[in-house]
């Protein structure tokens, strides 16, 4: 799950981390009176919308007067921000923040994210903080620098030591800089945060080191500990497919393809899209309907699925092992009567009661349906109905 700039920020104030001042706004109408609130000469306007990039696509922009701040947060609620991670829909800018302005004396980059290889979180650091921090770790990598963090023992002075000298932070910083990059993993190890993010970590005029922007993604699966951040989950900020998808127990994540995808256990999922590729094909999503899916579960699934008009076949990929395939089978058939199954449904079973799942499918002669005799016979078939329509 992520989260807003400023719910990151209500929760680095929470652990003491320095912030800007900072208000959020749904109208521009009181914009004037906040600013005033917040003092200062020069505002800081930022759209809350869940991407990166928003400074390079216009999302973020400095207000010099009173009279800008309420042009810039006019001009922007309501308007669609397109940014490199939100593709060309773009997405509508429901609210802003608008901070008071920081005197900047130089800006770091500071993350700590979960490393897959390692195994372990590691923290990531740059000298080279701000807007173009994907470009530099892309054209110069030398500038990032990453240490792992042993979960046992935490992070550790002698790791910021470390990385303040690799920084080449000013000797009179480095305790400072220690103690924010300490306070940030604990926030990641006790939130269960998959990435946090400050971009840029600003070090003052007037001395401290504050976080003028933040970014968080959280664990799903850990959010039953931490009801108060659930909280802060904006709906309207999720795919409303992947979002209805999770009430129905249904793991489902859309992608650019044309052949759609019903399988069921992660591991099959992803085997079922290596082999779509390998055929020759696009896959349209990952749907995993687990281990206890029933009729009410697949007809759920073939309804979220059909509603990509990109869709030109689907590929249900079934193992019979905790659920039986005539179960599924029957879901299917069922699932036909109440959805408008109007592409190719190519079903591949295999496990408990396969053969008579078959059976099952090839006596109720609904047109669209075709039993496939193995995995990669499925696959092909699937791909080759999405090249016919």
């Known amino acids: 799950m992520n989260i807003h700039e400023y719910q990151v920020k209500q929760i680095f104030k929470e652990y003491n981390l320095p912030i800007p001042k900072g208000v959020i706004l749904t109208n521009y109408k009181n914009s004037i009176d906040q600013a005033i609130d917040l003092g200062g000469k020069m505002w800081v306007i930022k759209a809350q919308i869940h991407s990166g990039g928003r400074g390079l696509a216009g999302g973020v922009k400095i207000a010099k007067s009173l009279k800008d701040v309420e042009k810039i947060t006019k001009n922007m609620i309501g308007m ?25 004396e130089y800006e770091l980059y500071l993350a700590i994210a979960l490393d897959r290889a390692l195994e372990t979180p590691i923290i990531i650091a740059s000298s080279k903080g701000g807007m173009d921090i994907e470009k530099i770790s892309k054209e110069s990598p030398e500038y990032i620098i990453k240490i ?177 395939c005539d179960r599924i089978a029957n879901g299917i058939i069922e699932a036909t009567k109440n959805v408008n199954i109007n592409v190719p449904v190519v079903v591949r079973l295999n496990g408990t009661n396969a053969q008579e799942a078959k059976e099952l499918l090839k006596n109720s002669n609904i047109e669209n349906i075709i039993v496939a005799s193995n995995l990669e016979d499925g696959a092909k078939k699937a791909v080759e109905l999405s090249i016919k329509l």
């Open 80 to 104: 669609k921000l397109i940014t490199n991670q939100t593709g060309p829909e773009g997405k509508i800018i429901e609210k802003v923040y608008i901070e008071k302005a920081v005197d900047i």
């Open 148 to 324: 792992p963090i042993d979960t046992e023992i935490g992070f550790k002075d002698f790791q910021g030591i470390d990385l303040a000298n690799k920084l080449n932070l000013p000797k009179d910083d480095i305790p400072r800089f220690i103690k924010f990059a300490k306070t940030l993993y604990k926030i990641y190890n006790e939130d269960d945060a998959e990435l946090i993010e400050v971009n840029p970590l600003v070090k003052s005029k007037n001395g401290n080191y504050i976080a003028l922007d933040g970014k968080m993604g959280l664990d799903d699966s850990a959010l039953y500990r931490h009801h108060d951040i659930e909280d802060m989950r904006d709906l309207h900020e999720e795919n409303k497919n992947e979002s209805e998808a999770k009430e129905y127990g249904l793991s489902y994540v859309q992608l650019d393809g044309n052949v759609g995808c019903m399988v069921n256990g992660a591991g099959l999922a992803m085997a079922t899209m290596d082999i779509i590729k390998h055929v020759g094909g696009n896959v349209a999503n990952f749907l995993d309907v687990g281990g206890g899916a029933k009729a009410s579960t697949v007809a759920k699934g073939f309804e979220i699925i059909l509603r990509n008009k990109k869709i030109k076949s689907i590929f249900v990929n079934i193992f019979g092992g905790i659920v039986r």
